[in-house]
């Protein structure tokens, strides 16, 4: 420390004057910048095509053909596939969004049933346009994918995305259960009462380490497909007005009656009776012992004890033909089944396409990828392992299941053409708290007995709050 | 300084005419300059990654943000909010109970595992325990979780099956409420306890011999010498490692997020995963900082206690 007298010398002031001046220049000059973004990173923003994957989707040779092919047909447009590593849907979006808040966001992202209308509502661009130009060189595509599949990617009317590919909720039945149980493979028509009742029969001819029906605790595939298959659902769902101007180009009159232009998701209803009753059967099925409660999580246990022959039954999609053939399981050592029909026999899908979004800069370019992604030749290559299930009917064929099975692998597209009412999961805008909250109550509805009104009662009330709030 | 330039300063400000300031010697002047050098990466970096976060989120915790629109004022709504959030209350009673039995277990173990190595054993055995009690520690923490997720299904897990071995039937290690918040305390513990363990051999090791041996003369022996003489000369390694153990308790989220989802309900939702959910699930980030701060102020009212109880129960020698 040094000492300084009161006054200051002519060449102390003429220091702390340049210190100043230094330091105004320095803060103007931030306070006029325009904001730094991870964009301005030398490197980060080479002009490319940017198109955002879920990381696990597709294999790295695939992402390489698709990019590739793209090169050579659009030569004057650079392609980046940026494969985000991400544990589900949601934590994909939740990286997607970190971009976007960063600066650096893709100009089109890979986006399922979960996030189509949050990217609609706020962050999407309409399609509308360049489909109504393209219309002719799409007509073949939307001959081949069900309208249910196109619906669910309409948000008030307009299209966002083309499907790629989808997977509906059926029942995977492991066929050495059955022989063990001495039961037959159920036939379509199947009603809750049989699957009830095959779940007994598996439960007496196995040991205390088997169980007879598994189900993971998610928004896909858990208890949605119950509420589904009695009737009802997590919240009031409706069609939002529009969408003629596609159906009328695109599909015939059998097809397109009813349809509208898209979901809406809206009023909860966990406390109606309907989805007490739904609680309430799964409920039993635990307190039977026939099935256990459920976990959080993907699932990724599950390949493992159905195909060792602990699991008799459990809801898969298409996905899990490649995930069983990997795990080693034989094409004939099990089969699928649509949902057993409770009131109805509607059956729950989610789908997945790319999503322009209204930040990019190049969405002609863009627009031309989501063409190309959509064609059946890319999708052909891109979708080759039987890890979900292609959009387009025309590619679902015996040639592609024969080694992975299973035998009855029409069922997945059935699923859509024999059960036109088949809808997509509950997806509004705040799909996030929705979720949430679905997995948050149905765990302590289903943790201990009695605790289903209570948890339900609970439930409507997170609901209602989590619809109200505007994102 | 010396007192020579003290004192010179202080005879020219008295006498000579003023404006003069004294600049000191080049040699000091280097010497203050390399300080300021080599200060500085580490001063950039706190303040860069510590200091503009702490005050980004006390800031943001005033705004609405959902990253897709720029941030609007919201006065004290996130607090109100989060204050009548059932989901957030229940997440600091679950933090709170996880952190005083979770840190006890930790410390109780760690104690206990030190003293016993601390006996007559061979010097290779001694460092193979010590080993294998820290290994745990330089594996992730989500990868722990995942491998435990498996072994503590109720179902399919190897827990349950040795259990039953023995004819217990299964427990619900992961899908019943209390099952789930042993489970992750079990685990984080099984993770966390070599740090403390690590502090405590070091603690021991520093412990003269002569100390124990007077004791043993006066005729203290076994629990009575612990309780005497040992634990009132590790009092000063017991406060750090019962600070650290505090701090990382209040912000535990992979052992919970991986293996319970916070589930069943809420029963094992911390505090910081309530921050992740508001924040990247939810777009709530505003909400999201309320609770980083209110966070940050347990910790340092936790931490200020301990060390305000330190003056009357830790010894130094």
Request: aromatic share 12%; net charge neutral.
């Amino acid at each position: 420390m040094w000492m300084t007298d009161s006054h200051l010398s002519r060449r102390a002031l003429l220091r702390y004057g340049a210190y100043g001046a230094g330091a105004a220049a320095l803060a103007g000059t931030a306070a006029s910048w325009d904001r730094l973004t991870g964009a301005d990173i030398p490197g980060r923003d080479d002009g490319s095509l940017v198109v955002a994957t879920l990381g696990s989707a597709f294999d790295p040779a695939a992402v390489q053909a698709l990019s590739a092919g793209f090169r050579k047909l659009h030569p004057d447009v650079p392609l980046r596939v940026n494969a985000v590593q991400a544990v589900d849907w949601s934590d994909f979006f939740a990286k997607i969004l970190t971009q976007i808040a960063a600066g650096t966001a893709p100009d089109l992202v890979y986006v399922a049933t979960e996030g189509v209308q949050l990217f609609a509502q706020r962050l999407g661009v309409p399609l509308d346009r360049w489909v109504r130009r393209d219309a002719a060189e799409l007509r073949e595509y939307f001959a081949d994918v069900h309208p249910s599949l196109v619906e669910s990617m309409m948000y008030e009317g307009s299209l966002h995305q083309l499907p790629v590919e989808f997977n509906a909720a059926d029942m995977y039945l492991n066929r050495q259960v059955l022989n063990r149980a001495g039961a037959g493979f159920p036939p379509a028509d199947w009603t809750r009462d049989d699957f009830t009742a095959l779940l007994r029969e598996m439960k007496r001819s196995s040991d205390s380490h088997f169980t007879p029906y598994f189900w993971t605790n998610r928004l896909w595939g858990g208890v949605v497909p119950w509420l589904f298959d009695n009737g009802t659902n997590l919240l009031a769902e409706s069609r939002a007005p529009g969408g003629s101007w596609l159906w009328d180009t695109f599909y015939p009159a059998a097809d397109r009656a009813g349809r509208g232009g898209g979901f809406r998701w809206t009023t909860p209803q966990a406390t109606s009776a309907r989805v007490e009753e739904t609680y309430d059967y799964l409920a039993s099925l635990i307190q039977e012992d026939l099935c256990t409660r459920p976990e959080g999580g993907n699932g990724t246990n599950l390949v493992g004890v159905f195909s060792t022959g602990r699991v008799g039954v459990t809801p898969a999609g298409g996905f899990w033909a490649g995930g069983l053939h990997l795990a080693g399981m034989k094409a004939n050592a099990y089969d699928v089944q649509y949902f057993p029909r409770w009131r109805t026999q509607r059956m729950q899908f989610g789908a997945a396409g790319y999503a322009m979004l209204r930040t990019s800069k190049k969405q002609d370019a863009a627009w031309e990828f989501i063409k190309y992604a959509a064609r059946k030749d890319v999708m052909t290559e891109l979708f080759t392992a039987n890890q979900t299930t292609p959009a387009r009917r025309s590619m679902l064929t015996a040639g592609r299941y024969r080694e992975t099975g299973p035998t009855r692998w029409q069922v997945f597209y059935d699923t859509l053409d024999k059960f036109p009412d088949t809808g997509p999961i509950p997806a509004p805008p705040q799909v996030a708290e929705v979720t949430d909250v679905l997995l948050k109550y149905t765990g302590t509805a289903l943790a201990s007995p009695r605790s289903v009104a209570p948890a339900l009662r609970r439930m409507q009330g997170d609901l209602e709050q989590a619809m109200e709030r505007a994102l | 300084m010396t007192n020579t330039q003290i004192s010179a300063g202080r005879a020219r400000s008295a006498s000579a005419p003023p404006a003069v300031s004294v600049r000191p010697p080049a040699r000091e002047r280097g010497t203050r300059l390399l300080t300021a050098l080599f200060l500085t990466p580490t001063i950039v970096g706190i303040v860069v990654f510590t200091v503009v976060p702490i005050v980004g989120s006390i800031v943001l915790s005033f705004f609405d943000w959902n990253v897709i629109d720029p941030p609007s004022f919201a006065g004290g709504a996130n607090y109100r909010e989060i204050a009548s959030d059932s989901t957030v209350l229940v997440s600091f009673r679950n933090t709170l109970v996880f952190m005083v039995l979770a840190v006890a277990l930790q410390l109780v173990i760690a104690l206990s595992l030190a003293l016993t190595l601390n006996g007559r054993m061979p010097g290779w055995l001694r460092s193979v325990f010590r080993s294998a009690f820290f290994f745990p520690l330089v594996l992730s923490a989500a990868s722990i979780s995942v491998v435990m997720k498996y072994l503590f299904n109720q179902d399919f897990g190897v827990v349950n099956w040795l259990i039953g071995l023995f004819g217990i039937a299964p427990v619900p290690w992961l899908t019943s409420e209390h099952g789930a918040m042993a489970t992750v305390i079990i685990v984080y513990v099984w993770q966390q306890f070599g740090f403390s363990f690590l502090l405590f051999v070091g603690g021991l090791n520093n412990i003269p011999k002569e100390i124990h041996e007077a004791a043993a003369l006066d005729g203290a022996t076994g629990p009575r010498k612990h309780l005497a003489i040992t634990l009132p000369l590790l009092s000063p390694t017991l406060l750090v490692a019962s600070v650290v153990g505090i701090i990382n308790a209040l912000q535990v989220f992979e052992q919970p997020y991986v293996l319970t989802d916070g589930g069943p309900g809420d029963s094992t939702r911390t505090v910081v995963m309530v921050i992740y959910e508001r924040a990247f699930e939810q777009l709530r980030f505003g909400e999201a900082s309320a609770v980083g701060v209110l966070l940050f102020v347990l910790i340092m009212a936790v931490t200020a206690v301990q060390f305000r109880l330190s003056r009357r129960f830790v010894h130094y020698q």
